[in-house]
């Protein structure tokens, strides 16, 4: 069998920053306890597990400001994804000391429909309807955003965008870029005049075109991560779409459907943006043992590195070296 090691695969700059957070946060004593974390720091059960094991609580739920009440005293950490301006002032409205683990590339989005909505633009906000990254963003402007996540959305908008002289279109950043692009040309049809500005977030486009072209003519693609991972959902769409190769998601070896593997000739490995290193690597290693041929394209060399920034210049690198 030959095994494809899709690469780059795997964490994320804007996850390994979130989580090297919490962990520095989990071990220095001299902030309030206890240590919460406003929803899933990313969306990876292990990575909740794993920061559960330092001692930091997790508060999940749809509505983040309603969680805070749950927290008296203490540290409160917000995840990769981004929180409204509403939960921020909420937490300091307790005494709580906050902690922000925002993506950059979140934080850009949040600050672009920020300026544009005070300069008088409506936005129509491309996303996941329930993610909490769009709930986010959408606060930033609430009577100026709307969110569309479908073309067929666009039947039903409100006279507020349908009519507006300035139209800004945005996107969340973990969205299928070819989908994305459909909707967007979707939305110019109907109004040339609107500014577009394509969130999608580096990584998850290098992510996804990695799959298109390492998957094609793969028996089977295997993608690890969670089911609440837009972007790992959105790996196993390019697979089956784009690189024409059957496709599961699986959160772990352990999900691995048993005989899956008899008969394929070639398999692809590619993980989520918000999978750890080590729960790809049980897998690549599991799928190798069925075989010896080993491909890794030349032009990379395990998982991205971005650029380091004076944000990001004291987190360590993480790279899955399987």
Not at 109 to 116: A, C, G, N, R, W
Not at 218 to 244: C, F, K, M
Not at 287 to 309: A, H, N, Y
Request: glycine residues 6%.
């Amino acid at each position: 069998m030959e095994v494809i090691k899709v690469t780059p695969r795997g964490y994320c700059y804007g996850v390994v920053d979130a989580m090297e957070v919490a962990r520095k946060a989990a071990r220095d004593p001299s902030l309030p306890r206890p240590i919460h974390i406003i929803g899933l720091i990313v969306h990876n059960r292990f990575a909740v597990e794993e920061l559960a094991r330092l001692g930091v609580v997790t508060l999940d739920g749809s509505n983040r400001v309603a969680i805070l009440d749950q927290v008296a005293e203490g540290t409160v950490i917000f995840t990769a994804h981004g929180v409204s301006p509403r939960v921020k002032e909420r937490a300091r409205e307790r005494g709580l000391h906050i902690i922000d683990a925002t993506c950059p590339d979140v934080t850009k989005t949040h600050d672009l429909v920020l300026d544009f909505a005070g300069r008088g633009y409506q936005v129509l906000y491309i996303g996941k309807k329930g993610h909490p990254e769009p709930e986010g963003v959408m606060g930033e402007a609430p009577g100026a955003v709307y969110l569309v996540e479908t073309e067929a959305d666009l039947d039903s908008l409100p006279d507020r965008i349908t009519q507006a002289e300035k139209l800004l279109v945005t996107t969340q950043t973990t969205l299928s870029q070819w989908d994305t692009a459909r909707l967007v040309e979707a939305i110019r049809r109907r109004f040339p005049h609107a500014e577009v500005y394509n969130e999608i977030c580096k990584a998850t486009q290098d992510r996804q075109e990695a799959v298109a072209r390492m998957a094609r003519g793969a028996d089977l693609t295997i993608v690890v991560g969670d089911p609440r991972s837009n972007n790992t959902n959105r790996l196993v769409q390019v697979a089956e779409e784009l690189a024409e190769s059957p496709a599961i998601r699986i959160e772990s070896l352990a999900d691995l459907p048993p005989g899956i593997l008899e008969g394929k000739k070639r398999v692809a490995v590619t993980a989520g943006a918000s999978t750890p290193s080590q729960v790809t690597r049980e897998v690549i290693q599991f799928v190798q043992s069925f075989g010896i041929s080993t491909r890794v394209l030349p032009q990379f060399d395990g998982e991205e590195r971005p650029p380091q920034s004076a944000t990001h210049a004291t987190v360590p690198a993480m790279r899955d070296d399987v």
